[in-house]
């Protein structure tokens, strides 16, 4: 199936010189899915629709982000996993249902005050940051100026404080040194971090990962997924779309099944990936050549 | 005998062809820059979502383009200048003729000539940033002026500037019309000289090679540019 070759990395993630401390022990697994109904809800998307002219990308998706969830996002190409992820920062507008983050209402049309509904969008993108497949590095400014362009001109920092909480955030994901260099002379792998490091500069309430290793040379994926890892361990809000099926077991609070823009299953990654899984995404994951635990 | 009447001695052209020469550059700078106004907003427009404003930028660069220079300038000079006539005749009740001032027409026409042609090549560099690179800024909640000025525009200009330097020699070349308004700039200033001494070789001579001179200078100045907007492309890592 199209995922093949992109988990084959995963096992690597111990390997290679350690830029960030794990500490495994406190990973997802171990959380106590008890305490959700105490933290926060970040992100609360409610049936979901989105067509792409005659098609229907997604068809009534819900799903709700605590402080503190990894939601991992699988399922097959076109099922409607970055659509989904795309829909909750705005990047795509949905067609129907709602959004909420935190607690607040998400408009999805502008009409009669289109400058309102901009705002709102700018404020709920400045609080969730997002991690492209692509890196999406600007690859005219080096990679502190990358850092400090959110900080500058959605927090309003002054370029020392701006450069301050750059180099701190580059520190956090092992790219210390890199600070003048343009985003052309790193590998996918850094260039991936110091895109994660560009999100984590904002301070945000979640990050959504698209797809975040599908981009990298097998042998750079480890590094990447090591940053984010350490992120989950932390305690960091992540909705993450992938492929890397042992990630997702290992790090993911809560795994959302998508097929056919509808969610198939999601659980525990203890329970689906166990007997316990509905055959649909059983088929999905023997097909995507992972092997079960 | 040449070379006396190039002087900037008594009966020499010398200083007229140099305050000549000064102008036209006053000229090209000014239309030039005030160009890249309206060509960056058409530019721009025509990306819209909003149909009036793809119109209204097709309109500007389909007009503009579609007329003769020269004509363009004519209809400025004496359109603006009647406009003008008719408003003052209107407010103050003066009938007379008003001259309006040369250079600033001169700047008008040739700037929204010039800013008609870089509309096409802004509008190509636009397309050619990848929609991530956008993206990125607009994941982060940057706003839309500063996505644009600080993200957009920097990286379409290092595929602009082959184009506008191109649109640049046109928009220096194209001020030599401007001389038909009177304004003493390199031809008109060529113009005179030939007239007056019955050398009009010499003097037309002497004009296109300082046409030259500029454009290759200016070439060079757009080649540095081109390297500095070009920076962080290279491929090899350190």
Known sequence: MVMDGCCLAADDETTGPDPVRIDRKATAGDRDPGAAADRETIIEADNLEKWFGAHKVLDGVSLEANRGDVIAIVGSSGSGKSTLLRCMNLLETPDAGSLRFRGEQIAFDGAPHERARRKQVERLRSQVGMVFQAFNLWDHRTVLENLMEGPRFVLGLSRREAADRARAYLAKVGLSGKENAYPAHLSGGQQQRVAIARALAMAPHAILFDEPTSALDPELVGEVLRVMRQLAAEGTTMVIVTHEMAFARDVASRLVFLQGGRVAAQGAPRDLFGGGAPQRLRDFLSGGGERAP | ?238
Not at chain 2, 82 to 107: D, H, K, Q, T
Not at chain 2, 184 to 211: C, D, K, Q, W
């Open chain 2, 1 to 238: 005998m040449t070379l006396t009447l190039l002087s900037f001695g008594p009966g020499g052209w010398g200083s007229t062809l140099l305050i000549g020469a000064l102008m036209t550059i006053a000229v090209a700078v000014t239309s030039f820059a005030f160009g890249l106004v309206p060509g960056a907003l058409a530019a721009m427009a025509s990306r819209s979502p909003h149909a009036w404003l793809r119109a209204l930028a097709l309109v500007y660069t389909t007009l503009v383009r579609g007329i003769p220079e020269l004509l363009v300038i004519y209809l400025f000079f004496f359109g603006t200048s009647s406009m003008i006539m008719a408003i003052v005749r209107l407010s103050f009740g003066y009938g007379g003729y008003i001259e309006v001032n040369a250079f600033a027409i001169g700047v008008l026409s040739v700037g929204l000539i010039s800013g008609a042609y870089s509309a096409e090549v802004i509008r190509g560099a636009i397309a050619s940033v990848p929609k991530g690179q956008v993206e990125a800024a607009m994941a982060l909640g940057l706003k839309r002026w500063v996505i644009v000025s600080r993200i957009l525009f920097p990286q379409a200009l290092r595929v602009a500037l082959p184009g506008l330097n191109n649109v640049w020699q046109t928009t220096l070349k194209d001020t030599s019309l401007i001389s038909v308004t009177g304004l003493a700039e390199i031809m008109r200033s060529a113009n005179m000289a030939a007239g007056v001494t019955h050398e009009p070789f010499t003097f037309y001579l002497v004009a296109a090679l300082i046409y030259l001179l500029f454009t290759w200078g200016s070439a060079r100045l757009f080649a540095r540019a081109e390297i500095f907007s070009g920076r962080g492309l290279k491929e090899a890592r350190p």
